[in-house]
């Protein structure tokens, strides 16, 4: 990747196999951020990236958002229902039942259900009436309706305690199962289960 003409990755190859948990870790500013931003087409990379025997290049940012979920540190929320926000970007007629399944297999549906409207309870802009992990998990729950190819996690438990730590955790475990993952590592007790581990310098 370039940044102002500033190369970031140089002579970097690797081959991931489909349905690989494969962990990044590496101290800031090292590149792994950069190297997620490629895949996902977010920044400029001189060298090839091929997903499923297609050119990156060659794919729309549509194809890329259908193939590839991330959920950054800070997962995007809109002004509206929790309901509106794990449904948001879905491309298809999604029930209710399919919603509320997705926020149990992300671990806020008892969250959600303690709270007066329930699911029309209302995000400020931002989440800023969540916390962190709430946050995280119900852009965890959005991916659970998407079903993508290809997860990748940035960091996704660097700013929780240690209980949403854990919750965190089992709904990355269950959003995983049999899915091509890539974890950028904040500790690298998260990644211990990881089928390969990726260091960065």
């Known amino acids: 990747p370039e940044s102002e003409d500033k190369v970031i990755l140089d002579n970097f190859n690797i ?11 590496g101290p800031s500013g090292c590149g792994k951020s950069s190297l997620i ?11 090839t990236i091929i997903i499923d025997n297609i050119n990156l290049n060659n794919l729309s940012r549509k194809d890329i958002s259908k193939l590839i979920a991330l ?3 800070s997962p995007f929320l809109i002004a509206g229902t929790i309901y509106e926000n794990i449904t948001y970007g879905i491309d298809r007629e999604v029930s209710k039942d399919e919603v509320e399944e997705a926020s149990k297999r992300a671990y806020i549906f008892d969250y959600i259900n303690s709270l007066p409207e329930k699911f029309d309870t209302m995000v400020s802009e931002g989440g800023n009436n969540l916390s962190g992990g709430q946050r995280q998990r119900i852009a965890i729950a959005r991916i659970f309706l998407r079903k993508p190819k290809i997860l990748i996690l940035d960091e996704a438990t660097s700013s929780v305690d240690t209980r949403t730590e854990v919750l965190i955790q089992k709904a990355m475990d ?13 500790r690298l007790s998260t990644i211990k289960n990881a089928d390969l581990i990726l260091v960065m310098k």
């Open 15 to 25: 081959d991931i196999n489909k349905g690989t948990y494969l962990g990044i870790a």
């Open 37 to 47: 931003k490629s895949i996902c087409k977010l920044e400029k990379a001189n060298g």
């Open 174 to 186: 269950e959003l995983m199962k049999n899915r091509t993952s890539f974890i950028i590592a904040h």
């Open 71 to 73: 959920v950054p540190q």
